[in-house]
């Protein structure tokens, strides 16, 4: 038997719970849908609650931090300057002293030259053959210290063409000072490093590979100036100076799925999301070039579509 209605208190009638589910259905169905399209599957188009963040312009100096060790007397590497037959330099021996500037060889008339004053140590390609550009061509030996560095093969792709400056510091040691950035002995090399320093032994199959990733560290050396009071085997730092670009178009580096080369974007366009592959530059690690796909004002999602990562 149905309680009689008291004074305050009123029954709701048929119609009023009917049109209340239907708006609460309606509600619902409206809010399952995209404002574009359904995301690809295990693609994160971020949160579209989130501020969106406007492309805008700005300097990105890209500068990469690693760590290093001070060496003694290390060797380096000349690389060819072109694409072309190399010719030797008559005469020139083992242990024969240089100076900044004289010619090893010559590239299409072109001197090969050396960067700083050292000591010559041995070819690493013949008499006129031909090599490529970049290619090591000869090792020299520095008179005074370096710092050997380390890249880790997952930051390797911020050195881009090569670092053009760097500055370094010794800890516990001399501030931070400008060094002179030079190619690696990757090739044949020596047992020794200077003043005793003993290279570390190299497994033939894992090498200096990274325990994380198993992929090999990039390595750098950088020349201190002669005149630097050092000691070899100190830890230091040093700060690779990989390039600049003044008044680009730049997002946080958040916002873009990717890092290098190219990239993806969630785009607001009115109310709708779309995601747009954009043409990436230089980047400091916490901006990023934007080279192609975007325009001054667009405005992105503060998180870039970047593909979930499986939980199995």
């Not at 090599?131 to 390797?156: D, F, H, M, N, Q």
Request: net charge positive; aromatic share 4%; glycine share 12%.
């Amino acid at each position: 038997m149905t309680p009689p209605a008291t004074p305050g208190h009123r029954r709701p009638s048929l119609q009023r719970v009917s049109a209340v589910l239907l708006v609460s259905v309606a509600l619902a169905t409206g809010c399952g849908q995209q404002t574009d399209r359904e995301p690809l599957p295990g693609v994160s188009t971020g949160n579209p609650a989130a501020a969106p963040v406007t492309v805008g312009r700005g300097t990105v100096v890209s500068v990469l931090t690693v760590d290093g060790t001070v060496l003694a007397t290390p060797e380096y590497v000349v690389t060819a300057r072109s694409r072309a037959i190399l010719h030797h330099r008559a005469g020139l021996q083992p242990g024969q002293r240089i100076k900044a500037g004289d010619t090893l060889g010559w590239q299409d008339g072109r001197p090969v030259t050396a960067p700083v004053d050292g000591a010559f140590v041995r070819w690493l390609v013949f008499h006129r053959m031909r090599v490529v550009s970049g290619a090591p061509i000869a090792v020299l030996r520095y008179g005074g210290y370096g710092i050997e560095a380390e890249v880790p093969a997952t930051r390797a792709y911020r050195l881009y063409a090569g670092p053009r400056t760097a500055r370094a510091q010794v800890t516990g040691g001399p501030g931070p000072t400008t060094c002179r950035v030079v190619p690696h002995v990757a090739v044949g090399r020596s047992t020794t490093s200077g003043a005793g320093r003993q290279a570390a032994p190299q497994d033939d199959e894992a090498g200096a590979a990274d325990g994380a990733t198993g992929e090999r560290p990039y390595p750098v050396l950088c020349l201190l100036p002669e005149r630097a009071r050092v000691l070899a085997g100190l830890p230091a730092l040093v700060g690779l100076n990989t390039g600049e670009r003044k008044n680009v178009l730049t997002l946080p580096v958040t916002a873009v799925a990717g890092q290098a080369d190219k990239g993806m974007v969630t785009r607001v366009v009115g109310d709708r999301l779309v995601e747009t592959p954009v043409v990436l530059g230089l980047s400091d690690g916490v901006q990023v070039e934007i080279e192609k796909g975007l325009k001054e004002g667009d405005q992105v999602l503060p998180d870039g579509p970047n593909l979930r990562v499986s939980a199995r």
